[in-house]
Nanobody
Framework: QVWLVESGGGLVQAGDSLRLSCTASGRTSNTSAIGWFRQAPGSERKFVAG????????VVADSVKDRVTITRDKAKNTIYLQIQNLKPEDTTVYYCAEAVEPRATSRVQRYTQWGQGTQVTVSS
């Protein structure tokens, strides 16, 4: 069992930047890709960005690719999601998840372990 804990969310102003963290513990695997998703109430979970176990393969959703950076610190078992120029439409809960494969992927069905999420609220 692996536990994923997200942190770094909060209330920010439009145009601000935020760095979300996803820390893994338990049966941690440095051979799995990690992804970030976001989900608004009543909506499906949407892929934001993913990073492979090595940190070299990355996939970022087209809708945010000019504002989002994903990185991985294997020594700390932590994956970071940096979001710049935040917009009110970025307001939602952000989740990280562990994939069943080592390469970054946007396919939500490849992610089996999920964190509890962290709320990001962007005021205009």
């Amino acid at each position: 069992q692996v536990w994923l804990v997200e942190s770094g969310g909060g209330l920010v102003q439009a145009g601000d930047s935020l760095r979300l963290s996803c820390t893994a513990s338990g049966r941690t695997s440095n051979t799995s890709a990690i992804g970030w998703f976001r989900q608004a109430p009543g909506s499906e979970r949407k892929f934001v960005a993913g990073i492979g176990w090595s940190g070299f393969t990355k996939v970022v959703a087209d809708s945010v690719k000019d504002r989002v950076t994903i990185t991985r610190d294997k020594a700390k078992n932590t994956i970071y999601l940096q979001i710049q120029n935040l917009k009110p439409e970025d307001t939602t809960v952000y989740y990280c998840a562990e994939a069943v494969e080592p390469r970054a992927t946007s396919r939500v069905q490849r992610y089996t372990q999920w964190g509890q999420g962290t709320q990001v609220t962007v005021s205009s």
